[in-house]
Each structure stands twice: as C-alpha cells, then as structure tokens.
C-alpha cells in the first residue's frame, strides 16, 4: 500500500532562518505531488505541484521554493523565513492529479 | 482560476440530526473531492465525485456537474463527525473551497 511520509511534525524558527520540510511516498512511483498551506482559519492554499523529477508549478509567488530531486521525493524550502510564512504545510499525493489527493500529516510552522 | 464557494461555514448539531453541506463551483471540472480534516489537522478523503452520487455508510454525496454544485449529506451525526468538511474541485490540481466547520454535541 501507499503512505506518505512529512517531517517534521512541528518547527520553530526564527524571522530569516532557512526551512526544508521534506515530503516522501512509499508504494508508487512517479506520483502527482503537492504542498499546500493551511494558514489560521480553515482554507487551504495551493503552493506548488509537481508531475515529474525536477518538474515544478508554482501556484503562488513568494518566499519559498520547491524540488522534486527524486521521483518520490518532494522538498520544501525557504533561504529567509519572514513571519507571514507560519502555517500548517501539508504534503499531497495523487496517481494522475484526476483520482483522489492522499495527505500527509503536515508540519506546523511557527516563524517568530 | 476557478472558484470555490462552501455553505454554510458554521454548523452546529446535536447527535442523532442530518445535515446537508453545499459547495458551488465557478467552473467546468473533472475532479471534485471532499475531505474530512479531524481535530489533529489530519485530511482524510470522503469521496471523489466528479459526477453523479455516491454512498458511504452515513454519508453520501452528490455532484450536479452541470449546474457546477456539490451535496455532501451527513446522517445520524456522530460527535465523532466533528471537525472541517472541504470541498475541492480542478483538473490536473484541486482548489480547496474555504470549509464548513461542524461540530456535534452529545
């Protein structure tokens, strides 16, 4: 079976420190893959997705970045947090973007 | 982009009652999911429904994909069925709609 792995559960970090939240799926390959914010409140935002290696569709400018170096490896990253990027960061699945999203458990960020 | 409208935001129920969530569509799509987030923030999948109706135990959907609407209908409410309810549509990538907040009291 598929599961998908994120980490970590919780961070702290100060105003202009990096970030790398990692996302990994076990079970498949070449799966549709997807970060996505939850901020305070209840909606989620898309921020990037990614349909192969090294193939990746910002939704959003801002301060962050995404890498997929490995077929079931997605990353998140930022070279300075700034306050405004504190949220829930969730990792997604798919086999094709058309089927269902699978998540995972999500990091919640607190940049102060 | 596609937009995403979710009613009502709020609901409030004692166990044993029904209730009907809405989610409007601002266009066509060929994937329409809902979710269940649980109070640790976990995302679980209901249903994907695109189109026409589908049955899951006490829940049941309901996709009008012509009239760009979606029905997610909860019966015999559990305080275990607490939590936010999201609608989302798209193609290749899903749009969240913004939820509805359900909480059921003993």
């Known amino acids: 079976s598929q599961t998908i792995h994120q980490w970590p559960a919780t961070l702290v970090q100060p105003v202009g420190s990096p970030l790398s939240l990692e996302c990994t799926v076990e079970?498949?390959?070449?799966?549709?893959l997807y970060w996505y914010r939850q901020a305070a409140g209840r909606g989620l935002q898309l921020l990037f997705y990614s349909v192969g290696i090294g193939q990746i569709s910002s939704e959003v400018p801002q301060n962050l970045s995404a890498s997929r170096p490995q077929d079931r490896q997605f990353i998140l990253s930022s070279k300075k947090l700034l306050l405004s990027d504190s949220g829930f960061y969730l990792c997604?699945?798919?086999?094709?973007?058309?089927?269902?999203?699978?998540f995972g458990s999500g990091t919640q960020l607190s940049v102060l | 982009g596609i937009q995403v409208e979710q009613s009502p935001p709020d609901l409030i129920l004692q166990e044993g009652a029904n209730s009907t969530l809405r989610c409007n569509f601002s266009?066509?799509?060929?994937?329409l999911q809902w979710f269940h987030q649980n109070p640790w923030g976990q995302l679980i999948n209901l249903f994907y429904i695109p189109s026409g109706t589908k049955q899951n135990g006490r829940l049941s959907a309901t996709t009008v994909a012509t009239e760009r609407y979606s029905l997610l209908y909860i019966s015999s409410s559990q305080t275990t069925d607490s939590g936010v309810y999201f609608c989302a549509v798209g193609t290749d990538k899903l749009i969240f709609g913004t939820g509805t907040r359900l909480q059921v009291f003993p």
């Open positions: 079970g498949t390959s070449n799966p549709n």
């Open positions: 266009d066509s799509v060929n994937n």
């Open positions: 997604a699945w798919s086999w094709t973007g058309r089927e269902y999203l699978f």
